[in-house]
Structure formats: C-alpha cells, structure tokens
Antibody, heavy 120, light 107 residues
Framework: QVQLQESGPGLVKPSQTLSLTCTVS??????????WTWIRQHPGKGLEWIGY???????NYNPSLKSRVTISVDTSKNQFSLKLSSVTAADTAVYYC????????????WGQGTMVTVSS | DIQMTQSPSSLSASVGDRVTITCRAS??????LNWYQQKPGKAPKLLIY???SLQSGVPSRFSGSGSGTDFTLTISSLQPEDFATFYC?????????FGPGTKVDIK
C-alpha cells in the first residue's frame, strides 16, 4: 500500500529556508486525482494546511504562507517537496506530508511527521 | 477563510459510552467535511470523509452526519483505543481549515 515518509533537517536557522521532502512508496505520485499536501502542527496545537500540489502540477497555498511557500514534485524520484523561506521561531512545528483524495480532499494517507525547530 | 469550531473542546467518558462531537462551519460547506483521530505523537488518521462516509478499515462504531454548517461525529460505544483528539476539516474552499480539536479522555 502507499506510504509517505518525510525527510529533511530537524534544525533550521532563522531567516533561512526550510526544505523537506516526502517520498512516496507503494504507488506512483503521477497517479491521477490526488492532492500531495503539506500540513503542520505547532507544538501542542492544532493542524494547519500549508498547501498542495495536484497531480496535474497545479499548486494551491495557504494565503497566510503563500509568499514564502513553494511545493514541487519530482516524478522521477516519486517525491514532492516543501520549501518555506525566511523562517522564524513561529515556523517551529511538526511537518506532515499527506495524500488528499476525492472531492472532499480527505487526507487518507499521512507520513509519520518530522519535527522542525527554528533556532540559532 | 472558513472558520471551523468544535464542541466540546474536551470530554471525559467511560468505555462503552456513546460520544458525540460537534463541528460547525462559519458558512455552508455542503458535505465537504472530514473527521480525523490523532493520538499523541502520531499522525492523524482519517475516520470519516464527505461528512458521512466511513473510511475503509475504520470500525463501524464511528459515524458522521450533517450538511451545511453543522456536523457530528458519533462513537456509538467508546473503546479503550478511541481515547484521542478528534479534528474536523473542511474542503469546501481554500485555505483548507481544521477545527481546533476535541480531546476525549478517560473518566
């Protein structure tokens, strides 16, 4: 079955760019109809949608982060990635990659999550 | 943005209890509503999609209902493994938004 796994640095300095990759296994990222998504959760808090890239390549970002976010896909590696620029301590969170499906964009498969701390 | 609220924010219940959690949207979202369960240190797990459809592999004691602005998640008979935090999520419009969560713990 399809599995997702996040990877990337656990510590990022303020003002730098946070870069994470999600590797998709057990299925092709090019399969139609899915929203390849990044979601984060601040410590002890709720869930925040960052954005997604649709299988067609189109993207949709949370306006609160849009100026700093880029989500891209590498079909040759079956991966999609998140870049978040100009990070501050407020970007410290657990970052999840997830697969959204269907008209209700339900996130049916999630990575285990990776903690990213922004600190000098 | 569509704001999602949940009530209660937390509840204490016993094994075997019937539990109902409410989610309300700040505007009508038809049935573009999903429910998740999250246990400490784990990723959320999809329970219900499109307001009332049970995700494959999820026990039938979980059910969802509602449309428009008001939705409910019901656990018909609470089991020990159900103690967790539950979130609703709307996908009617972007930005996709989640409710603040309802924590269910042991009485």
């Amino acid at each position: 079955q399809v599995q997702l796994q996040e990877s990337g640095p656990g510590l990022v300095k303020p003002s730098q760019t946070l870069s994470l990759t999600c590797t998709v296994s057990g299925g092709s990222i090019s399969s139609g109809g899915y929203y390849w998504t990044w979601i984060r959760q601040h410590p002890g808090k709720g869930l925040e949608w960052i954005g997604y890239i649709y299988f067609s390549g189109s993207t949709n970002y949370n306006p609160s982060l849009k100026s700093r976010v880029t989500i891209s896909v590498d079909t040759s590696k079956n991966q999609f990635s998140l870049k978040l620029s100009s990070v501050t301590a407020a970007d410290t969170a657990v970052y999840y990659c997830a697969r959204g499906r269907g008209f209700s964009v339900a996130f049916d498969i999630w990575g285990q999550g990776t903690m990213v701390t922004v600190s000098s | 943005d569509i704001q999602m609220t949940q009530s209660p924010s937390s509840l204490s219940a016993s094994v075997g209890d019937r539990v109902t959690i409410t989610c309300r949207a700040s505007q009508s979202i038809s049935t573009y509503l999903n429910w998740y369960q999250q246990k400490p240190g784990k990723a959320p797990k999809l329970l219900i999609y499109a307001a009332s459809s049970l995700q494959s592999g999820v026990p039938s004691r979980f059910s969802g209902s509602g449309s428009g602005t008001d939705f409910t998640l019901t656990i018909s008979s609470l089991q020990p493994e159900d103690f967790a935090t539950f979130y609703c999520q709307q996908s009617y419009s972007t930005p996709l938004t989640f409710g603040p969560g309802t924590k269910v713990d042991i009485k």
